[in-house]
């Protein structure tokens, strides 16, 4: 049998075998009708296997990709012992990955008393830190041995009862897989008609301050020459380095160079990258609570004017408290709103009511399907295949929420530019206003306020 079916091309063996499981009635391996697969042998014979799981190290290249991925197709070549190689799945969602350390927690306003009855109690002070900015001190520490999480943080409210303890929570960029620019022009800003530049000079200045907490960037990527970048890691040195991917991305979006295949929203920013993340394993780059609290307190003794966040993930009474401080010290946080589904429950910090939260709409103006919803979400900006910096050369289209939040990052920058004594609260406002309504009229939980309008940024 494998002899003759040697004989044929891919696509017309597929048709073969599909035909022959729907006259012999077999089902797949797990358990679906065989006739179900009316179809597929063609779908398989032309997988190209074109992912690249998230390491999108090429040069110029659109880099689409499929979501689909077939075990059932792959049981049925096995019958033959001709098995083609399986298509790289798409990265696991955030319901698969940990949503926090096993064994610490983490927590501020403690005495020095306390912190020696916990470790009376047992628990051991892995690390401390004092956050000038906030005005607090942050400690992380490792749980007894002999207690479960949830003990262990109870008992360390019982001891510290006026301590803000919770538990050492992740959070991961917000990235999904690529999808395909679609036309010739992969520069998304033109659907918010963000002005070129020769439109904006002398009239919307952006030699601001952007700190932006991320993953790694490539500093040394061709987009960013005769840029201002600084990156900080913050992450312990005996972690693996978080990837470059997605950070880089990011940064690009908000300062690559002008003459570059990848500008800029705001090329004459100053940016600092703070990276907190560490690499736990492939396609997982998390950063702890803990180093995130760092990072805010960071870029506000820096005196950046707006902070990008594209991240997300849990609840934290710490992360809450740092920006809530960080605010109030007139500084701008923009968050992605996470990619979880529109059932999902709202992630953090963009839910956070200090924060602006950003959601993601195709070229077309439709929601991105991943994003998540809430009455939480304040603007919706371009998410989806927006062209931007790979990790080591060239670009790629990227998606997500992570994608949109630079453009609400880079409107507000430009209005503080513009006019630095403006307060956080009038720059919101006038995004808000001035903000396209999509779906329901006024406010709601799919768009927000509406598509962030950029050609009303130099006059705000």
Request: net charge negative.
């Amino acid at each position: 049998m494998r002899e003759w079916l040697s004989l044929f091309g891919p696509r017309t063996k597929g048709r073969f075998l599909v035909a022959l499981l729907l006259s012999s009635g077999l089902t797949l391996a797990d358990g679906w009708p065989a006739a179900e697969l009316v179809g597929i042998g063609s779908a398989l014979a032309d997988d190209d296997d074109g992912g690249d799981d998230g390491d999108d190290d090429g040069d110029d290249h659109g880099g689409g990709r499929s979501d689909a991925s077939d075990s059932g197709g792959r049981s049925l070549f096995r019958m033959f012992g001709n098995a083609p190689r399986a298509p790289r799945r798409a990265r696991s969602s955030v319901a698969d990955l940990p949503i926090q350390d096993p064994d610490e927690i983490v927590g501020s306003g403690f005495t020095a008393l306390q912190l020696d009855q916990l470790s009376a109690a047992g628990f051991e002070i892995i690390e401390r830190q004092a956050l000038s900015a906030v005005n607090t001190e942050v400690v992380k520490l490792r749980i007894p041995s002999s207690l479960a999480l949830n003990a262990a943080r109870e008992l360390a409210a019982t001891l510290a009862p006026q301590a803000r303890i919770d538990f050492n929570h992740y959070y991961r960029p917000e990235q999904s897989p690529d999808l395909r620019c679609g036309t010739a022009d992969c520069l998304a800003r033109t659907v918010i008609g963000w002005p070129a530049e020769q439109e904006g000079e002398g009239t919307c200045a952006s030699e601001v301050g952007i700190g932006l907490v991320d993953t790694a960037v490539n500093a040394d990527h061709g987009v960013f020459a005769g840029s201002s970048i600084e990156t900080i890691r913050l992450a312990d040195d005996t972690l693996p380095d978080s990837g470059q991917q997605h950070g880089t991305a990011v940064a690009a979006l908000l300062v690559g160079a002008t003459t570059s295949r990848t500008p800029g929203l705001v090329p004459g920013a100053t940016l600092i990258a703070v990276d907190p993340f560490y690499r736990a394993r492939r396609q997982d780059d998390r950063s702890e609570a803990y180093n995130l609290v760092r990072a805010l307190d960071l870029l506000a003794e820096r005196e950046v004017e707006v902070i990008n966040l594209s991240l997300a993930g849990p609840a934290n009474l710490l992360l809450e408290e740092a920006v809530r401080r960080v605010s109030e010290r007139g500084i701008i946080i923009v968050a992605a709103v996470g990619n979880a589904g529109p059932r999902s429950d709202p992630s953090y910090p963009a839910a956070y009511e200090e924060v602006v939260a950003v959601t993601a709409i195709d070229r077309n103006k439709n929601p991105y399907r991943r994003a998540g919803r809430g009455q939480h979400i304040d603007l919706a900006a371009p998410g989806v295949a927006v062209w931007t910096a790979a990790s080591v050369s060239g670009g790629r289209a990227k998606t997500g929420t992570s994608f949109a939040a630079p453009f609400v990052t880079a409107a507000a920058a430009r209005m503080k530019g513009a006019s630095p004594g403006l307060a956080p609260e009038r720059i919101r406002d006038a995004l808000t206003r001035s903000a396209e309504d999509l779906g329901e009229p006024g406010k709601d939980p799919i768009f927000g306020w509406g598509l962030l309008n950029a050609r009303t940024l130099c006059g705000a």
